[in-house]
């Protein structure tokens, strides 16, 4: 194992940054009445419901999406002012500032109404991140790693998580907008958890044996839901791709259904591996999918 | 067979009475756009697209639930006036007006976040009624039928199917809030086409040799999310329950968990079947699910 990197001192678990997403709502509010359940020895904790309106109106935001604010250009420009703009420099002021931040570490609780499972998303590259992928995939081997991490540089990223040192953002479905399931509060409850036994390991030098290579998935593009001229949905997502996250689709395989009937092949030429299959968010920019290829996280 | 009652001359196929619901939203505009798929020798059919702003909304409704709107002395009341309840009484014109329409037949399209599968509700009593769902449950095996049709005189139901002389519910699921599932979307379009074929087998009276007696759910009475005194959700539903509508719960069987963790066992004393299970829009009540009975239509 190489030299030990900086210690992680402060942590942040951020529910609710999306107001119908109720798992990271709860638990985040659970976290707020039990602090003990988040109590390690090496590093000081902090929660933040971050969008409180959207959640009072039961809706993902109220202007705008709070998880699309964060490039670093973004919140330093004094004429963004809706609510999640102005919740977003809020946020950055409390956790960041980006890129010379008070929080070490960002935990980001999501939910999709996507079949992901338990998922951690990593948005940012370095040894941190592939030491806690194989340490969260060893103890909670049901996660999947999904790699988000080499498309921007951190202040083009406009997560939350990026106002953080480091960040990530636990995913998990499926859970419909506006309903908490109690199995997936539990597998959110569970890898963070795992995140957080992580970071004490790290930090006082303990952790475990790890596997030397991980898998992961590492996001390609998105893909938009059929449409006509006039920007209308003409079809849907195939039957045989729905519920099928991380399930591979090769090229050729139908991937839409028009409401006529007719089946859509995929017209790519690699197989590739899809997330976020008909999340309801998503319907806004008529996203259908994204798609990834496999990858291996290789430990030093 | 007994006499033949009055012939059914006119049908509407109502979708989007709530605008979030998908299935029904795209079900109606491909039978507006191909009236083909909807037409019979024995009677007309009109379609409508019953809350619009809603839809635009991607909301369930902007001031009210527009499918509580419907008791007869709401539809004479002028001082109720939002929009929903402006929507209920041009819909009442159109299509009713309620014990006094012209259309003979309602045929209301909906979606539920609860994994009922094809679930034909029946609001009201009667011979007619008892003949469509041994029909359907003969050509869909997979359809429950559910009788929610003895609590209420027809003045005093709520819904909008009961502004026709004849209404039901085709409710599918589980679909989560604005998205659209090709197998959802299938089912509630198979059913759909069996009711209509029932309607005109019904009208020439060569309806086939049906079962003497079908299997069917009847609606008791519905339960809320565990609360404290400020009326704050401190539980959810149960796991085990989860996804498991018309599966039976025995008294004494875990139905909530308390989210400090404790089991919350149901109190009743008979055997009951859930329907609506964490249905993410019956949140605003905090309803948890609605239980039923097991009984059984006897066909004279």
Known sequence: MTAQLTKISTVAIVGGVHGN?????????????????????????????????????????????????????????????????????????????????????????????????????LTQPGRLYNLLAAYVKMKMPSAVISRDEDHFAAEDHALLCTVGTYGVIVEVGPQPQSVLRQDVLEQMHEMTQHILDFIELYNTDQLPVLPKRVEAIRYLRSIKLPMNAAGERIGMVHKNVQDRDYQPIAPGAPIFTLFDGTEVPYDGSETVYPTFINEAAYYDNNLAMSLNEKVWIELE
């Open 21 to 121: 997403e109720f798992s990271g709502i709860y638990l985040e509010r659970r976290y707020r009445a039990e602090p003990e359940l988040v109590k390690r020895s090496s590093f000081s904790v902090t929660t933040l419901l971050a969008n409180p309106q959207a959640h009072q109106a039961n809706k993902r935001y109220l202007h705008s999406d709070l998880n699309r604010q964060f490039k670093t250009a973004d919140l330093a420009n004094p004429d963004l002012t809706n609510y999640e703009q102005s919740r977003a420099k809020v946020i950055n002021a409390q956790l960041g500032p980006k890129g010379a931040a008070k929080t070490d570490f960002i935990i980001d609780l999501h939910n999709t109404t996507s079949n992901m499972g338990p998922c951690l998303i």
